[in-house]
Every structure is written in structure tokens, then in C-alpha cells.
């Protein structure tokens, strides 16, 4: 029976007590079915499975369900046929007893009023399901070799039995009707609203814990003010015992009364102040134990054990196989291991998906796979496990893999990727395209499809639930996938940080590093601002700007910035503060707000204050926005305004290689260099700094260089900023035409050698210092 259940069942009706009957019997006999299917003959599980059948018949004969009774009783008779050993659980045998099983399952969720006209409708079905079962030992088949069924029919032409008897339904049939409308399958409200109402009084436990918590944290600063009262009120009695010592050598006896009065009063006062301080402080240890546990015990009620959600699996992995002529085996590994509830139904589907994807796809067929030397039955194992405070799911098959070759090639056809790129990437980049929306790797698209359908789904579920996902392959061998997310969402381990004098929260496994940045390390290229950090080249964000709070407040010689994002999309964000790392009680935002831009839940701090927990990938997209529009407010510019001790160069170019160049060989002279990437962006650039020297390109997109010269030279601020054109033009009119907007120099590209340019800048502004 369901772990919800276990109290007072008082409140639930006769057919709802048979429904859970039901659930929890069926369960048994699957599993055991699957077993006896796989493994043969096993005391045991045929045990079992007699016992869950004669309690289906029981309690079906109390509700009056004779189809039941019916069904679990011709059940019982064949597994006493193979308890005796005159009945061998094969294949086709197995597809009639688990075809039983779900029509038990579908009678179980109908309502009182829905009984009736659901078994007048599936009467044909259903009967012919009790004739398979009650003649299920002339259902033969060889056992030496592996000869699965032809593909279902559909629903309304049931399959035909393999020999003369009543047509057998395969489990697809019976599974389809648990997929009919809502109004044909009717369930109690009851059922319905129980869960709902279990998690509104989660949420509301949760919430009085965390407020439980937040009150016993508060009493640390009252600790603090008692200690400062201690140390004041010990300096009070050293002055008072220095007076008495002093008053002492007086010759005024009621003085010295009195200071001897003075002294001896204040000493119990001592004893008092200490004796409450300790009090106090065995009260806030054992509050703060207390509460801690209460929000332990809340939790826990969440986690339920990783089987909870997956005990379909290997039904679904065996029934898919037979309807592909296919033979599969799903191990499950770690089912005790504890998940969160939510996160539990949330991950159901993305995994169904990729079991779905590597029988389909990855699995070869039993003759293919003996041909390579293979058993004939595949293997797929999920296993779950607690690693590093986190849920570690992986997914592993022995099928045929994935063929990088053809991704490879699959990039290059949809114009993604160049061919060069795509020859130059590795497995995990080439594996990365699988989460792309349609990318498919199966020429005939079918209901189950290939690799690629899905992966994109299982790709924003994982992150949606702040996890990741990483996929693995080697041709021939297998295929891998890990998977790695929070083992709740109640609690979430967060950086706290101050933007704009206000507190947010950025969840820790969102968040790469937190570093401290001088300003003088912060440089500009294209018009964007960003360090170097371990080798590369990390742009700089203001999160004050994503978040549109205004400029950023953080000031002095190094900003606090916290990584976030990978790849290209890793950036710098800075904030004003980082306060530190806090654990969470997280708290839905009321849905009148809806889906906020870059948060995704409120939470309160140890001190009470509120905060609001941003949403990373929203964060991302925010960015990508600003970066795209070219609108990032500038943070710092080079070492905090003082004088610089190189000459600055803005070099502008719409070649990537020509800009490289210039840029290495003015660098290698000990030149400051800022790039832009065609002539607004130079314009941009040049009026936001200061420069010794624009040298620039002629044809640009956008904004030419003689335009470019022109506006420069007219601008009241940068008329005297000396100008060189580096071009392919080399005719006379194109030099004349240039000189004529007021360059300085002009260079033409195809004649020049590296000392040629730095000559020519050395004949401008001389030397590289000041």
C-alpha cells in the first residue's frame, strides 16, 4: 500500500482502498513477470505473484468487480501451472498475462459510475484478454531462439493470437486505453486533490520551519549586544575597584564604607551577566538544533525513493523492444536512492525519452547484434546515486553508439558549422548538437524517432531544474548519458551578493567562481569590456545593468565578480558586495506576478531580509540581449583614470585577420590597443577614450573609413587626433580622396611589411611611453 496511506483510511471509500490495492499489486506482478520472462523459473517472484493475484481477487469480490475477479483468478491458475512446473513463462505467454494486468489496473481507476458503460464498451477486449488467459498453455513458441511478435495493430483491430485460439491483445492495446479521454477514465476528486493538498501543506511546513530557523538565527545579535554589555560592564568594575583602592587610603571612614558597599554589590551583578549569557547561549544552540531538524524532517517528507518514478521502466523497455523485433533488458541500480518529489515526476519524462532513444536507435536487433559477437539481449542499466550532494543519474547502453562521422557531416550539410570547425571538434562538442531542437541523426522519422528527438527537451528539464546533462559514445560499444541535479528544490545552496543596495542570491551549481578584479586589468576590444583570467579572455557584465537597476554601485580599485555560464556563454557579472554562501528555504513567487525576467523564486536570509533567487539561463539570455544591441554600460576604464604610461591605439577593421596583425605588431611594440569591427563602432569607441592614434580600414561595412576620417576631424574634441589609413586601394584618386578627409597617413596593405606600419606610427606619435 502507498506510503501516503499508511494512517487512518477511515476516509476513503471501499473503491478507493481497491485502487490502492490495485496500484500496489500490480506492481508486484509485473516486476515478477518481467523476472520470470528474463530468468525463469524463480520460486519466489511465481510466489509472490500468486499472492498479489489472489489479493486483486479478494478484494475485487468486496466491490463487486467480477471482471476482476475473473482476471485474477485465471492469473492465479497459471502461475500454479508454473509453480509445478507445467508452464514456462516465454515471451508470448508473458504479453497475455501483463495484457491481464493492465485491465485490472484501468478497471481499478474507474469511478462508481463509470464502471458500467466503460466494460459495455471494451467488452470485445476484455473477454478476449480472459480466453487468452485461461488457455495460456497453448501459447507455445521456441525456446531456443528469440522470435518476437509482429508490430501492434492498431486499437481497433486487435492482434491475432499465434495459434487457433481467441485473438491475444498485446499490452500496447490494453495501454491505449489508458491513455482515453479524462471523462472515459473518470477518478475520484479524492485521489485527485490528495496530492495537491499534501504539497500546499509541504509548502506551508516548510515555510514555518524556515521562519523557525530565520527566529533562531536572530538570536545571535542579541548574544552579541550581551557580550558588548559584559565587556563595558567589566571596565565599570575595574573603575569601581580602582576607586575603592584610592578611597581606601583616605582617611574618611563612611567614604571608605561606602566604597567598600559599592564593590561588594557589583560583584554579584558579575556572576549574574555571566550565568545569562551562558543560558542564553545553550538556548540558541539548542534552538537552532531544533529548527535545523525541523526543517530536515520537512524535507525528508518530500524524498521519496528513486523506484517511485521509474518502476515502469523496465515494462516500457520490454514492451517497445517486442514491438521493434528488438530483445532488451533494463537493469535499474540505486533504487532506494532518495529524490525530491517534484523533481522526481519532473525527470519521468526526459528519462523516458532517452530509454525510448537508446532501444529505437542505439539497440540492434538480436541477429545483428550475435553477428558481432554480442549477446543477443541488449542491455540498458539507469542507476541513481547521492554523489558530492547532488543526484547522479547515468544512463549507459551496449548498443551500436552514435556515429560522430555523421553528426559531423549532418553540421556541415545544415550549414551550422564550416567544414573546417566541424573537423576540428571533439566528441563532447559534436555530442553538444544532439540537444538541438529536431537535429535527428535517423533518415525515417518515426513515433520513437532517433537520438535527437527528445534530447532537447531533456536538455531544458535538466536545466530548468538547475542540473546538467553530459553525453558520452563510442561506435559499436554503447552509449552514456550523466546526468547531475539538486536533490531537492526546497532548499538550494546559494552565493548571496548586494546589487544596488538590494540582496540576491545566485544558486551555487550556477555559479563557476567568485574572483576579486583590479580595474587596471580591464580592457576594451570591440567596443566590450573583460579581463584576462586563466588564459582567456572573459567578458565583463554589469548586473545591475542585466537586471535594469541602473549603473553599478560597486566602486574602489577591484569589483567583486562572479562567474557564471560555460563556453562562449561564460561571462563576468559584477555586483556591489558578496556577502557569502547561505542555504535557502526557497519560496514560490505568488503567480499573480507570473514568470519574472532573470528570477525564479524569493527565499528569506538567517537575518529575516528578503531575497530574490535569479535564474541563471534567463540571466544568460539577458545578456546575450545586451551584448547582441551593443548597450553594456561601461564599468572601469584601464587603471581607475590615472595617466597611462603606453600611448593608445584604436585599430579598426572588419578583417579579422588584418586587426590580429595590426593588433600583435602594436603590442609586441608596447602599444595600449583597443580593436573595433567597422566604422560605427570605431566612431563608438574612439569618442568613449582617449587615443594617441586611430588607424583604420577603408571598405567596412556599415560605416566606411573616409566617412569615418570625416566625422573625426570635424568633431570638436578629436579634430587634432592623428588618423592612418591602411588599404588595397593603392590608386593616386584613392590616396587624394583619402588625404582629402583629413588622414594623416595612408598605407596600403599590399605594400607594407611589418616595420613598414610600426615606421610609419613611430613617424605620428613616436615611441609607445609618454
Known sequence: MSQDHNGDLSQFSMQELFRMEADAQTVILTDGLLAMERHGGDAGAVEAMMRAAHSIKGAAAIVGLDVVVQLAHGMEDAFVAAQNGKLKLTPNRVDVLLAGVDLILQVSRLDDNGVTPWLAANGTLIQQTMDSIG?????????????????????????????????????????????????????????????????????????????????????????????????????????????????????????????????????????????????????????????????????????????????????????????????VQL???????????????????????????????????????????????????????????????????????????????????RKMASAAMAAAMSQAELLEFLFLPAFSLKENTTEISGRGVGLDIVHDVMRQQNGTVRLESEQGVGFRSYITLPLTQSIVRALVVDIKGEAYAVPIVKVERVIKVAQADIHTLENKQFFEHGGEHLGLVSAAQVLELGDSSATGAELPVVLIGSGARRYAMVVDAIRGEQSLAVQAIDPIFGKMRDISAAALLDDGEPVLILDVPDLLLSIDKLLHEGGLHQLARGAGGEKRRMKRILVVDDSLTVREMERKLLVGRGFDVDIAIDGIDGWNVVRSGEYDLVITDVDMPRMDGIELVNLIKKDLHLHKLP????????????????????????????????????????????????
Not at 542491455?379 to 558530492?388: T, Y
Not at 586601394?729 to 613598414?756: C, I, N, Q, V, W
Request: proline fraction near 8%; glycine fraction near 4%.
Open 723 to 770: 588618423v592612418m589609413i591602411v588599404s588595397y586601394k593603392d590608386r593616386p584618386e584613392d590616396r587624394a580622396r583619402g588625404m582629402a578627409a583629413g588622414a594623416d597617413y595612408y598605407l596600403t596593405k599590399g605594400s607594407f611589411h611589418d616595420e613598414t606600419l610600426l615606421d610609419a606610427v613611430a613617424d605620428l606619435i613616436g615611441d609607445a611611453h609618454k
Open 135 to 327: 488457455t495460456i498453455a497453448f501459447l507455445s513458441e521456441p525456446l531456443d531462439s528469440y522470435s518476437p511478435p509482429p508490430p501492434p495493430p492498431p486499437q481497433s483491430q486487435p492482434a491475432a493470437a499465434a495459434v487457433p485460439a481467441p485473438a491475444i491483445p498485446t499490452p500496447a492495446d490494453v495501454a491505449a486505453l489508458l491513455a482515453e479521454p479524462e471523462e472515459a477514465v473518470a477518478v475520484p476528486g479524492a485521489r485527485g486533490m490528495a496530492p495537491m493538498k499534501s504539497a500546499q501543506n509541504f509548502d506551508r511546513l516548510l515555510s514555518l520551519a524556515s521562519e523557525s530557523r530565520i527566529n533562531a538565527h536572530q538570536m545571535h545579535p542579541f548574544l552579541q549586544a550581551m557580550q558588548r554589555f559584559k565587556r563595558n560592564q567589566a571596565s565599570l568594575f575595574t573603575v569601581i575597584e580602582q576607586l575603592h583602592e584610592a578611597v581606601s587610603g583616605t582617611a574618611d571612614a563612611s567614604l571608605k564604607e561606602k566604597s567598600l558597599l559599592a564593590l561588594q554589590k557589583a560583584q554579584p551583578l558579575k556572576q549574574f551577566v555571566l550565568e545569562q549569557i551562558t543560558d542564553f547561549e545553550n538556548w540558541e544552540r539548542r534552538l537552532l538544533t531544533v529548527s535545523q531538524n525541523m526543517v530536515d524532517e520537512v524535507l525528508a517528507l518530500r524524498m521519496r525513493p528513486f523506484r517511485d518514478g521509474v518502476q515502469h521502466f523496465p515494462r516500457m523497455v520490454r514492451d517497445l523492444a517486442r514491438s521493434l523485433g528488438k530483445d
Open 331 to 413: 537493469r535499474i541500480d540505486g533504487e532506494d536512492t532518495l529524490v525530491d518529489r517534484d523533481i522526481l515526476a519532473k525527470i519521468e519524462s526526459p528519462l523516458n525519452h532517452m530509454l525510448r532513444n537508446a532501444i529505437d536507435h542505439g539497440m540492434e536487433p538480436p541477429a545483428e547484434r550475435l553477428a558481432l559477437g554480442k549477446p543477443a539481449c541488449g542491455s540498458i542499466v539507469l542507476e541513481a546515486r547521492h554523489r558530492a550532494g547532488m543526484l547522479s543519474i547515468e544512463i549507459s547502453d551496449d548498443g551500436r553508439g552514435v556515429d560522430l562521422e555523421k553528426i559531423r557531416r549532418t553540421v556541415v550539410e
